[in-house]
């Protein structure tokens, strides 16, 4: 027999009844029912019940163990009463009867109960990371994230993708967050840093005349914590494609990101990929607030700037005489009364915003009669236009925003994903998908007016050269999101791959021919030398397997995940490095106050 088991604690059915088996794992739970023990025994795969009483060999050195006690046990396979069959576990027809007990090893007291459902700290589960992915749901998450990796490469490779890796440690690159820089024991004062992403590779391989390539590549970006991001490192389906156009990207990549919502998502629908919409960032700002929408939920902000202007409603009213602001309503089908209204109106509060007015439509036996306190200062005449506008009626509301979109489109976009979901307007059992299209290459700064890039440096402008030459801020490229349930899941582009196209696209951006040729040397020479029109984009690992386990903390489906402050916890990190290893690569550190 194995030197420790013979099966596992999910193995054992009926047909072992009579056999002789070793199984090991964790004491899951311990019931002493008076001279009789029974032991739940965990492992990876599933529990069994073994049992010992004062006839059992191993029945003292049994009552010895304790909870998470790693141990092996030799015994007989045994059917239960037909009254003790527990369906709910593969084993549940059978008990083993303990003969034999060695302890594997034993526990001390436990800083976190790994039975049942209590809750902790997340100090406390990251502290005590490996006795946390003990629990049930840790166990099946981790399983989960395996299998929809898995999953990922068997499809990418079925559609002609082969997978190469690419560099850990390279030199420094503008994606858009700040870098991890790794000092240089061998070229003192010099650094490396650790990729954000594998862009530059990836259309490199292209340029070397390999077709299509993917990675699960890992990604490291030292940005500011967030529910659904991790502070420093995370993992990416990576792809690129030679001869593409954006279609192209889109037909590749949605039937991979479908297939692994169908085979894992529990049963949620999902769109035919085909019919996902493609919706340009503008109409998504305006009608979503946000370039993420969650499509489940049905409602579409609008613009109703002409029935607050010149109205009595003073703040609207003087608000729309300043150039670039405008009104926008929220429809709140069912949300009609003043108590629900007050109740969104004090959320705005909490947002930072003074409030948020609203209207409610009534019957008050006479006909739909509008209610609220922008009723009353704009008048039935505007109040009925902006219903049938809004297609509103009795029961129904809309609250309005105002001012620069800039400023208020990230609460008004958080307004209705509230609103969807307390008028349970949200669809919980679907994924819902939309490609985000036509983003904007460049942004101005308001305060200095100083153009920059807006997303990804590297895209292709709509328009190449010409673009470029005329407005900046109308310029658009060839850049993408994919949007799922209120998160961004794949992000790409077609790039810019002719490097007279890349200079000036930098240049608008203050970046000179020389500072371009000095930071994307490889890229900008390469481009030189038959570059192919190519595209791609990156899918990310972690929040796909955070939606699809069914949580909005990414933290819960990372194995060994850092803190919000960055930290790891468990190994202690970051910490402070010897005098020793500090003198080999040349640097100090300075104290900081």
Same mark, same amino acid.
């Given at each position: 027999?194995?030197?420790?088991?013979?099966?596992?604690?999910?193995?054992?059915?009926?047909?072992?009844?009579?056999?002789?088996?070793?199984?090991?794992?964790?004491?899951?739970?311990?019931?002493?029912?008076?001279?009789?023990?029974?032991?739940?025994?965990?492992?990876?795969?599933?529990?069994?019940?073994?049992?010992? =009483?004062?006839?059992?060999?191993? @029945?003292?050195?049994?009552?010895?163990?304790?909870?998470?006690?790693?141990?092996?046990?030799?015994?007989? $396979?045994?059917?239960?009463? +037909?009254?003790?069959?527990?369906?709910?576990?593969?084993?549940?027809?059978?008990?083993?009867?303990?003969?034999?007990?060695?302890?594997?090893?034993?526990?001390?007291?436990?800083?976190?109960? $790994?039975?049942?459902?209590?809750?902790?700290?997340?100090?406390? !589960?990251?502290? #005590?990371? #490996?006795?946390?992915?003990?629990?049930?749901?840790?166990?099946?998450? &981790?399983?989960?994230?395996?299998?929809?990796?898995?999953?990922?490469?068997?499809?990418?490779?079925?559609?002609?993708?082969?997978?190469?890796?690419?560099?850990?440690?390279?030199?420094?690159?503008?994606?858009?967050?700040? =870098? /991890?820089?790794?000092?240089?024991?061998?070229?003192?004062?010099?650094?490396?840093?650790?990729?954000?992403?594998?862009?530059?590779?990836?259309?490199?391989?292209?340029?070397?005349?390999?077709?299509?390539?993917?990675?699960?590549?890992?990604?490291?970006?030292?940005?500011?914590?967030?529910?659904?991001?991790?502070?420093?490192?995370?993992?990416?389906?990576?792809?690129?494609?030679?001869?593409?156009?954006?279609?192209?990207?889109?037909?590749?990549?949605?039937?991979?990101?479908?297939?692994?919502?169908?085979? /894992?998502?529990?049963?949620?629908?999902?769109?035919?990929?085909?019919?996902?919409?493609?919706?340009?960032?503008?109409?998504?700002?305006?009608?979503? *607030?946000?370039?993420?929408?969650?499509?489940?939920?049905?409602?579409?902000?609008? $613009?109703?700037?002409?029935?607050?202007?010149?109205?009595?409603?003073?703040?609207?009213?003087?608000?729309?005489?300043?150039?670039?602001?405008?009104?926008? %309503?929220?429809?709140?089908?069912?949300?009609?009364?003043?108590? @629900?209204?007050?109740?969104?109106?004090?959320?705005?509060?909490?947002?930072?915003?003074?409030? &948020?007015?609203?209207? @409610?439509?009534?019957?008050?036996?006479?006909?739909?009669?509008?209610? *609220?306190?922008?009723?009353?200062?704009? *008048?039935?005449? !505007?109040?009925? %236009?902006?219903?049938?506008?809004?297609?509103?009626?009795?029961?129904? +509301?809309?609250?309005?925003?105002?001012?620069?979109?800039?400023? /208020?489109?990230?609460?008004?976009?958080? +307004?209705?994903?509230?609103?969807?979901?307390?008028?349970?307007?949200?669809?919980?059992?679907?994924?819902? @998908?939309?490609?985000?299209?036509?983003?904007?290459?460049?942004?101005? =700064?308001?305060?200095?007016?100083?153009?920059?890039?807006?997303?990804?440096?590297?895209?292709?402008?709509?328009?190449?050269?010409?673009?470029?030459?005329?407005?900046?801020?109308?310029?658009?490229?060839?850049?993408?999101?994919?949007?799922?349930?209120?998160?961004?899941?794949?992000?790409?582009?077609?790039?810019?791959?002719?490097?007279? $196209?890349?200079?000036?696209?930098?240049?608008?951006?203050?970046?000179?021919? =020389?500072?371009?040729?000095?930071?994307?040397?490889?890229?900008?020479?390469?481009?030189?030398?038959?570059?192919?029109?190519?595209?791609?984009?990156? +899918?990310?690992?972690?929040?796909?397997?955070?939606?699809?386990?069914?949580?909005?903390?990414?933290?819960?489906?990372?194995?060994?995940?850092?803190?919000? !402050?960055?930290?790891?916890?468990?190994?202690?990190?970051?910490?402070?490095?010897?005098?020793?290893?500090? &003198?080999?690569?040349?640097?100090?550190?300075?104290?900081?106050?």
């Amino acid at each position: 027999m194995h030197a420790y088991r013979s099966h596992t604690c999910a193995d054992l059915t009926k047909d072992q009844v009579g056999d002789t088996v070793r199984l090991a794992g964790w004491v899951h739970r311990i019931r002493d029912h008076g001279g009789v023990l029974f032991i739940d025994l965990r492992d990876h795969y599933g529990i069994t019940q073994v049992i010992a =009483d004062a006839d059992s060999p191993a @029945f003292a050195a049994l009552e010895k163990v304790r909870s998470e006690w790693c141990i092996r046990i030799d015994g007989n $396979v045994l059917a239960r009463d +037909a009254s003790l069959v527990n369906p709910n576990l593969p084993t549940g027809e059978i008990e083993v009867f303990v003969r034999d007990l060695e302890v594997l090893g034993s526990a001390d007291e436990l800083p976190l109960i $790994v039975f049942g459902d209590q809750e902790y700290p997340e100090e406390t !589960r990251l502290k #005590y990371r #490996y006795l946390d992915l003990r629990r049930e749901a840790m166990q099946s998450s &981790m399983t989960l994230r395996s299998d929809v990796v898995a999953s990922i490469r068997k499809r990418m490779w079925a559609k002609d993708f082969r997978e190469y890796q690419t560099p850990i440690i390279t030199a420094s690159s503008p994606e858009g967050a700040r =870098d /991890f820089l790794v000092p240089s024991r061998q070229q003192p004062g010099k650094f490396y840093a650790l990729p954000q992403a594998p862009q530059q590779f990836k259309q490199l391989i292209m340029v070397s005349g390999f077709d299509k390539y993917f990675q699960i590549a890992p990604c490291f970006r030292d940005e500011d914590p967030r529910a659904d991001r991790s502070p420093t490192d995370f993992y990416q389906l990576d792809m690129e494609m030679s001869f593409v156009t954006q279609q192209d990207v889109f037909d590749t990549i949605s039937p991979v990101i479908a297939g692994v919502f169908e085979e /894992f998502g529990g049963g949620k629908s999902v769109d035919d990929p085909a019919t996902w919409p493609q919706i340009p960032y503008a109409e998504a700002a305006l009608k979503y *607030g946000t370039d993420k929408p969650d499509l489940r939920n049905p409602i579409e902000m609008q $613009v109703v700037s002409e029935h607050f202007a010149g109205s009595g409603f003073a703040i609207f009213a003087k608000l729309l005489e300043q150039d670039g602001t405008e009104i926008r %309503a929220i429809p709140a089908p069912g949300g009609g009364s003043r108590k @629900f209204c007050d109740r969104m109106n004090a959320w705005a509060q909490k947002e930072g915003l003074p409030g &948020m007015g609203y209207i @409610f439509w009534r019957d008050q036996g006479e006909g739909i009669e509008a209610a *609220g306190p922008l009723a009353k200062n704009i *008048g039935p005449e !505007r109040t009925e %236009a902006i219903r049938q506008q809004l297609d509103l009626g009795v029961g129904d +509301a809309a609250f309005f925003l105002g001012g620069k979109p800039a400023a /208020f489109q990230r609460v008004a976009g958080k +307004a209705r994903d509230v609103l969807g979901t307390e008028l349970k307007l949200t669809d919980e059992n679907r994924f819902a @998908f939309a490609w985000i299209v036509d983003f904007p290459i460049y942004e101005k =700064d308001e305060e200095t007016g100083e153009i920059d890039f807006e997303h990804n440096p590297f895209s292709m402008p709509q328009g190449g050269m010409a673009a470029l030459e005329a407005d900046p801020l109308a310029v658009k490229g060839f850049q993408y999101d994919l949007a799922c349930n209120g998160y961004e899941l794949v992000s790409g582009a077609i790039r810019n791959h002719k490097p007279e $196209v890349m200079l000036k696209a930098f240049e608008i951006a203050g970046y000179g021919a =020389d500072e371009v040729k000095s930071r994307f040397g490889a890229l900008f020479n390469a481009f030189h030398y038959g570059a192919p029109p190519h595209g791609g984009c990156a +899918a990310g690992i972690d929040r796909i397997v955070m939606l699809l386990a069914g949580t909005s903390n990414i933290r819960e489906v990372i194995m060994f995940p850092m803190n919000q !402050r960055a930290e790891d916890l468990m190994m202690s990190a970051p910490s402070d490095p010897s005098s020793e290893q500090l &003198m080999e690569l040349g640097l100090r550190v300075i104290p900081q106050d």
